[in-house]
């Protein structure tokens, strides 16, 4: 019978694989942000307050490049725009929890955390939601927030032939293919992966900002005609 300790168990259990990828993604972005010349504490925050590991590696190399600072939080704003999205998706599931509970919920809210818990909620109406989303959205802030101090303490001296940076696209990887369920989403995996390939060197990462817009438009657009 499901109760809230077995559902956040089983939580913990669907996120352990997840963690593999997520640990050396957080030594990257703590990696990044010393490079940028982000004093460690500050880097640290940055962890804590932002929680999304996509937005810090972008913020990061654009600091490190000395971009101006409308710029930075701009790019940050339409990276983590998806987290809107997601929390519209979600957000039925959780409409008999607390205000507290929504926000602490909304908090540990990330991509992986999202897919992983509303392919669950639609599959099994019984589970208790608020610890199944838990046991996966806590250990991932957990060993996120760990890894980016070990990165953090690391520095540069990471040697190059870990290839830390390759558990990033990884990680995003194993969120997105599950989530490609329909024409929109195909589309809007296939035209912003496409431009971002295609603007990846416009300056200040702004590739990314275009090719997360247009896709997300595209999808919006097949979503409609469809």
């Known amino acids: 019978m499901s109760s809230p300790r077995a559902d956040f168990l089983s939580g913990v259990r669907v996120a352990a694989p ?9 030594m990257v972005a ?5 490079g940028a010349g982000i004093p460690p504490i500050e880097a640290l925050a940055m962890s804590v307050v932002i929680f999304a590991g996509a937005s810090q590696l972008a913020a990061a190399e654009l600091i490190g490049r ?3 600072a409308v710029v930075v939080v701009f790019t ?3 990276i983590n725009l998806r987290m809107v999205m997601y929390s519209a998706s979600i957000a039925p599931y959780f409409a008999r929890q607390s205000a507290k509970w929504k926000g602490f919920l909304s908090y540990l809210l990330t991509d992986q955390a999202y897919a992983v818990s509303l392919l669950k909620f639609e599959r099994n109406g019984d589970v208790s939601r608020r610890w199944y989303y838990l046991g996966i959205a806590v250990p991932l802030w957990v060993v996120w927030q760990i890894a980016t101090v070990a990165g953090i303490a690391l520095g540069s001296g990471v040697p190059d032939g870990w ?30 992966g496409t431009v971002a390939i295609v603007a990846n060197g416009l300056p200040y ?10 896709g997300i438009a595209t999808g919006l657009l097949v979503e409609e005609v469809a």
Request: aromatic share 6%.
């Open 18 to 26: 997840i963690l593999l990828g997520v640990a050396p993604f957080g």
């Open 30 to 34: 703590g990696v990044a942000a010393v």
């Open 66 to 68: 000395n971009a101006p």
């Open 76 to 78: 940050v704003f339409v």
């Open 163 to 192: 290839h830390l940076d390759f558990a990033v696209p990884l990680v995003f990887l194993a969120v997105l293919i599950p989530a490609v369920t329909d024409r929109a989403t195909v589309a809007a995996a296939v035209v912003g």
């Open 205 to 214: 990462n702004l590739g990314l900002i275009t090719a997360a817009v247009v």
